[in-house]
């Protein structure tokens, strides 16, 4: 049985071969050829959309589909050919680096661990039930599921009092938008923080919180703390 999933389609007619799309794909699955913009292969594109604002004749959509079968060898060799340092890079995000810990501050020997910060169960975006009694009046944490590994304070800085929901765009085929709306729909809440990577497939659940938020209609404050890959808040709005 076929897999289906979330693949862009670009209508030839309307595209004018401006190549914005292809700057802002992040994974190499588009190119110019002949004028147009084509996809290069099903395989490589990751269905999150970040070429779909770039185009400015609408020529871009996403639609779900069965997907061709997987080329695991085409998709080796096309991730080794981004990564050259002479070819444009694949997506920072996957990226292999070592990451450096700062120096860890003496602990005293009778110092307790900090106690967790989490107030609920499920805490998947996924899994979370929508009509969720601990969803009403609450202070939404949305976050990326690498967060907490980079941020060590994670859970005293950003979990305190707040209902916390991770996922991660990239590995997750659910719609984000979709079930962040009906939340909102659902409960009354009280603000959301967004805590993302700086790697730019985070930007889907960015999008997702923005979709949310207009697609329900409620006047939800919010904020955007984007961390990088060695833990340090880059920025904060």
């Avoid at 190119?31 to 099903?42: F, H, M, N, T």
């Avoid at 400015?56 to 996403?62: C, M, Q, R």
């Avoid at 939404?140 to 950003?158: E, P, T």
């Avoid at 409620?218 to 060695?230: D, K």
Wanted: proline share 7%; aromatic share 4%; net charge negative.
């Amino acid at each position: 049985m076929k897999m289906k999933r979330k693949i862009i389609t670009i209508d030839e007619e309307k595209c004018n071969g401006c190549g914005l799309c292809v700057d802002a794909c992040h994974e190499g699955a588009l190119e110019i050829i002949d004028g147009k913009a084509r996809l290069v292969s099903e395989s490589y594109c990751d269905g999150l959309g970040d070429c779909l604002p770039e185009c400015p004749t609408g020529a871009i959509t996403i639609e779900e589909r069965e997907a061709l079968p997987f080329d695991e060898t085409a998709v080796k060799e096309r991730m080794a050919a981004l990564t050259k340092k002479d070819l444009p890079c694949g997506c920072p995000g996957t990226q292999a680096r070592m990451v450096k810990p700062k120096a860890e501050p003496a602990v005293a020997p009778t110092q307790t661990a900090s106690p967790s910060q989490l107030r609920q169960w499920p805490c998947q975006l996924r899994l979370v039930p929508s009509n969720a009694p601990y969803l009403d009046n609450a202070h939404l944490l949305i976050a990326a599921d690498c967060a907490a590994y980079a941020y060590g304070d994670f859970h005293n800085r950003f979990m305190r009092n707040k209902i916390t929901l991770i996922g991660c765009p990239k590995l997750d085929p659910a719609d984000y938008a979709e079930k962040l709306t009906e939340i909102l729909q659902l409960h009354p809440i009280r603000s959301i923080t967004l805590v993302r990577m700086e790697v730019p497939c985070c930007g889907g659940l960015e999008h997702a919180v923005k979709e949310a938020i207009t697609r329900s209609g409620q006047l939800v404050p919010w904020r955007v703390i984007t961390l990088s890959t060695e833990g340090e808040i880059l920025d904060e709005w």
